[in-house]
């Protein structure tokens, strides 16, 4: 048993997870597991470079990781860092940051990495409940990974779609215009041209949605009051119910996201981005299963993504 900690510091997000990990028996037992909205990746889609208040956020959640490691007597730690910080100009301010926070290099992984990581983590529990080929997708503010496989990745796909890049490049007022929409929608549908000459859609038996826009939008779908891990990991939803709870996140005003109880504040600017990429996802892998003379019926939420695939590597 090896006790580690595992942060993903996305775009959005920087995340923790603390566990006790036993790669003989397979097992992982989480003792904490948390999220800040940091917005690492504020402005980066635009400027090339992370803004100095984006890092000092990121740098002041690396530090109260820091006590939370020393706390629980944390024996390896694995910093990982995706999108915001493989786009920068400066991320070796970043790097060095993280280093003195820390004690830890931070990783700037690579696309495909990333991908394999979320594949890891989300089917490490999965695959014992439902039948591969599973389609993994990593919903992140940067980009969004695409992974398909069954005991194993096959073939993976990094697209620079995310609920940040799209709401800073596309999604300007609140409820955005038809024509924003539009736009967003063909960034979309361009990235997931790209990815399908990579990773075979249409092979789908099992679709996953990882990471905060996916648990938001199912959050929505079930009609939940207050959110809560346990209903949505592992949530099987009708398609049909899934895209529907996206439309109507895209179509509300800040206000009315903002009421929702189930809603993280650090989401409510971005959340509407989030939902069109999901729902055009969907869609896509629906329709791309239907060609092959099957039906995708149904979508899976898991709460278990690339942090449990960070904490297995360390292991």
């Not at 990429?277 to 869609?283: E, G, I, Q, S, T």
């Amino acid at each position: 048993m090896t006790r580690v900690a595992a942060i993903d510091c996305g775009t959005n997000s920087i995340r923790l997870l603390v566990a006790d990990v036993d790669p003989v028996a397979g097992t992982l037992v989480d003792l904490d597991r948390r999220m800040e909205v940091v917005r690492l990746g504020q402005g980066v889609d635009r400027t090339g470079r992370i803004a100095p208040e984006a890092l000092e956020r990121t740098l002041d959640a690396a530090a109260r990781y820091s006590k939370v490691c020393g706390d629980l007597g944390v024996e390896r730690i694995r910093f990982v860092a995706t999108s915001a910080s493989r786009d920068a100009e400066n991320r070796a301010d970043f790097v060095d940051g993280v280093r003195a926070a820390l004690g830890v290099e931070p990783e700037v992984i690579g696309g495909q990495e990333e991908a394999t990581l979320s594949f890891r983590g989300a089917t490490g529990v999965l695959a014992a409940r439902r039948p591969g080929p599973f389609l993994v997708v990593d919903l992140g503010g940067g980009s969004t990974e695409v992974v398909i496989g069954t005991t194993a990745p096959d073939a993976a796909f990094s697209m620079d779609v995310g609920c940040v890049r799209l709401t800073e490049r596309h999604l300007l007022t609140d409820p955005p215009t038809a024509e924003q929409r539009a736009a967003a929608h063909a960034d979309v549908a361009a990235a997931l041209d790209e990815a399908a000459l990579t990773v075979p859609f249409g092979d789908t038996v099992t679709l996953v949605g990882l990471a905060g826009s996916v648990t938001t939008v199912t959050a929505h779908a079930l009609g939940l009051t207050a959110y809560d891990p346990h209903r949505i990991d592992g949530a099987t939803l009708p398609v049909d119910t899934v895209l529907a709870a996206c439309d109507d996140l895209l179509a509300r005003g800040r206000e009315s996201r903002a009421a929702l109880g189930f809603m993280h504040p650090g989401r409510v600017d971005v959340i509407a981005a989030g939902a069109l990429v999901w729902h055009d996802v969907v869609a896509r892998v629906r329709d791309a299963v239907r060609a092959q003379g099957r039906d995708l019926t149904e979508v899976v939420t898991s709460e278990h993504d690339i942090l449990d695939g960070i904490a297995w590597s360390i292991a």
